[in-house]
């Protein structure tokens, strides 16, 4: 303020003793401090517009945590107003979050991402927590491809406008001043929040947010050679115990600490000292990113008068040619891999997806980082881009995540299974590079387990290896018996309930052509039990009987069969439990070679079906989802047990069980089937569904021989639900009824299908 004072006397003087209507101008070089602040950050670019209008040309600039971001991006050569615009376009809170979309996981992956609600490391038989809340991989996406124009610039002093940060050596707790390197990775140094954000590693040193440390860089501006300095401070000092309402607002109250005793003096040397008032608003608040952006404003117009004589003293900057816009492609032509050692180069390339030397848009190059950070192998990838020839290098720091053992939980009830919970473990590089082991054990109503070793070869052929046992028990007609096992007419009997043991076991190869796109050839073993207490010994019905001294059972199938199959598989829904976007399509083909034949009636014979669908958006909040699906036997075999069955609500039906709203579990039998779905999925609140859906089927046998498929629908079943995206996975309560039925069924499923 003292120099500024100074400024403004002379100019006065001038005008005095010369009696000239124009002043004697001195030029002024002018720094700008933009403190740190999470969400409260925002308030900057409020204030930038505002100096903006004023006239001032900013010279050199610094910044802490979100300061660093906001600065980096203003002297990089993007204007106040284009900032506005990019942060009101960017949700900066979903970024945060670092959720990855389904199509940036492979199958696999999708499938540990929907089956369990805790995945915690287990080292040494310690269960730990994870190190941050996010890794900052979507943030550090976008900074990339937001300072594109500038990747080639080494010194920030070299920057359209020269710039300087500040990040915290983790290890010795040392301030980190940063003004060289690859922008993207200083500013991300700079906002790592510890607990929020992963530590990031520059250069060797370990860093985290600067806002520790100096959450104010007025002598690192001053240092560049501003001779007048505008701050621009975020910070509202120490909260009281009301305030502190979130692990984030603590550790930026114990962060602010130091700051908090500074800022008296800091806001003291500064020339200019612009203090918005963001005391309401939360570190973590970027959804009121309008309101903050407008306290910044509001502030820096109390000051309009200084920063216009500010303006009126510098003479005229040499014009800058700025980017403004974005870039949309580039060309990768030589791909650079630090790090890794136990994952392939082919496992990387076949994450990527795109070839070198060919044009690709950015949004393809953050899917294939996205793919990579879906793996769950490697920390934050701090990649680079740098000039080189007709095209960039991607130099991809792959650094391994330590820990290659995991516990992981989950619960779930349903109305087939009954309650269940579910204890997995998970080892990665189990027997080889870029493989992945894991056991799933559920105990409950029914016990079950799953097993599974899956080689990762990205677009090569994979391999794997699957082990499942499954069993339940249901209450069914007794008519579906008689239909298809060698069983007479009990007259007494209406319905008996049934008890089914699986036991499956599957060598494949698989290559997955995109993230969305698998194709996998295999061989399966399956031993099939279907049994029931219903019946006692001395009733006649079939020859298929045996019981015990300790369980009386009589066995309708008890079967080993040996099978060849393939399945081909593409999948863009946005969510698989209330999709409201994307394309899906499932095809299974078995051909069944063998059977140790219990029921005495096996010959060769194959089973094929396929369901495909789509949803889209009809307004912001509702959606349609719509799916066919069918199938067949082919052979003149007279074994029934891989005859479709439609009935229930549910996702992780086995073998032909099919689910259809408006029939019970296990209702309708036939060797073929067709069948029509639709659901409006309206979200009343966020992660709160209201679910209207119909479908539509005909099942029976051999009806695509008789053309019966193509007839009206014999059967028809509606729902009226309602869904919750809990943290436990999806809650869904659905009510369903048939016209042709004398009652309706209310479904309850509880937490991830498994």
Not at 368 to 378: E, Q
Not at 387 to 406: A, H, V, Y
Not at 528 to 543: E, F, G, H, M, V
Not at 584 to 609: A, C, P, Q, R
Request: aromatic share 12%; with cysteine; proline share 3%.
């Amino acid at each position: 303020m003292r120099k500024l004072v100074i400024i403004l006397l002379v100019f006065l003087f001038a005008n005095f003793a010369n009696g000239q209507d124009v002043a004697i101008r001195k030029d002024v070089k002018v720094g700008l401090v933009l403190s740190g602040g999470g969400a409260k950050g925002l308030a900057h670019i409020g204030a930038l517009k505002i100096i903006e209008e004023a006239g001032v040309k900013i010279d050199y600039v610094g910044g802490t945590s979100m300061g660093a971001i906001i600065g980096a991006l203003y002297a990089s050569g993007y204007s106040a107003t284009e900032l506005d615009s990019i942060f009101r376009n960017t949700s900066l809170g979903n970024l945060i979050q670092d959720n990855l979309p389904r199509s940036a996981k492979t199958f696999y992956e999708k499938e540990d991402s929907e089956r369990y609600a805790i995945t915690l490391p287990f080292n040494n038989f310690k269960i730990s927590v994870p190190t941050a809340y996010s890794g900052g991989q979507n943030i550090y996406n976008e900074f990339v491809r937001l300072l594109y124009h500038v990747k080639d610039v080494e010194n920030f002093k070299d920057l359209p406008k020269p710039f300087v940060c500040i990040a915290t050596n983790v290890e010795t707790g040392k301030e980190v001043v940063l003004d060289k390197g690859y922008l993207p990775e200083a500013i991300m140094a700079s906002g790592t929040l510890p607990s929020l954000f992963e530590p990031a590693s520059v250069k060797g040193e370990l860093l985290i947010d600067g806002g520790i440390v100096n959450n104010y860089p007025i002598d690192q501006v001053r240092a560049l050679g501003a001779d007048v300095v505008i701050g621009v401070d975020v910070q509202h000092g120490l909260s009281a115990r009301d305030e502190l309402l979130s692990a984030t607002e603590v550790l930026f109250q114990i962060s602010n600490y130091r700051a908090a005793t500074d800022m008296q003096k800091k806001s003291e040397e500064t020339d200019v000292y612009i203090k918005p008032n963001i005391a309401e608003y939360s570190v973590l608040d970027f959804g009121k990113q309008e309101a903050i952006i407008e306290t910044g404003k509001n502030a820096a117009i109390k000051k309009f008068s200084e920063l216009k004589t500010l303006a009126f003293n510098q003479l005229e900057r040499k014009k800058v040619i700025k980017k403004t816009t974005l870039q949309d492609t580039l060309i990768v032509s030589r791909l650079i891999i630090d790090g890794s050692s136990n994952y392939s180069r082919g496992y990387v390339k076949g994450k990527l997806r795109f070839s070198m030397g060919e044009e690709i848009t950015f949004d393809k190059l953050q899917q294939g980082i996205s793919n990579l950070s879906a793996t769950g192998n490697f920390h934050t990838n701090r990649f680079k881009l740098l000039k080189n020839g007709i095209g960039q290098d991607l130099i991809l720091n792959l650094e391994e995540k330590p820990t290659k053992t995991f516990i992981r939980l989950g619960a779930h009830y349903d109305d087939l299974y009954k309650s269940a919970a579910i204890i997995n473990l998970t080892r990665k590089n189990f027997l080889t590079k870029d493989d992945v082991a894991s056991f799933d054990f559920i105990l409950g109503d029914n016990v079950r387990y799953n097993m599974q070793y899956y080689i990762d070869k990205g677009t090569y052929w994979s391999f794997g290896f699957n082990s499942r046992f499954n069993a339940f028990d249901e209450e069914i007609d007794f008519s579906l018996i008689q239909n298809n096992y060698d069983v007479m007419d009990v007259s007494s009997i209406n319905r008996i309930n049934i008890d089914v043991t699986d036991l499956t076991n599957q060598i494949y190869v698989q290559t997955v052509l995109k993230e969305e796109l698998s194709f996998t050839l295999g061989v399966e073993h399956k031993f099939l039990k279907y049994s029931t207490r219903t019946l006692s010994d001395n009733q006649p019905i079939a020859s298929a009987t045996f019981s015990t001294s300790s369980d009386k059972r009589t066995v309708f199938e008890k079967s080993n069969y040996l099978s060849a199959y393939s399945q081909l598989v593409f999948d863009t829904y946005d969510d698989r439990y209330f999709p409201t976007k994307g394309l899906n399509f499932n095809g299974d083909f078995h051909f069944y070679l063998w059977s140790s034949d219990f029921t005495g009636n096996f010959k060769e014979f194959s089973i094929s079906k396929a369901r495909i669908g789509a949803a889209w958006p009809i307004t912001k909040k509702l959606a349609l989802n719509v799916e066919t699906d069918g199938g067949f036997k082919l052979g003149t075999s007279t074994v029934a047990t891989f005859d479709y069955v439609l009935g229930g609500y549910g996702g992780n039906l086995i073998n032909s069980f099919t689910p259809f709203l408006g029939y019970d579990f296990l209702s309708l039998p036939g060797n073929s089937y067709v069948k029509a779905y639709a659901r409006l999925d309206y979200e009343i609140a966020p992660k709160n569904h209201v679910l209207l859906a119909a479908n539509y089927a005909n099942v029976e046998d051999d009806i695509f021989r008789t053309g019966e498929w193509f007839t009206t629908p014999n059967f028809s079943g509606y729902g009226i639900g309602y869904g919750l995206e809990s943290f436990v996975g999806p809650i869904q309560l659905m009510y369903s009824w048939s016209p042709e039925g004398k009652k309706g069924h209310l479904f309850i499923s509880l937490g991830y299908w498994f």
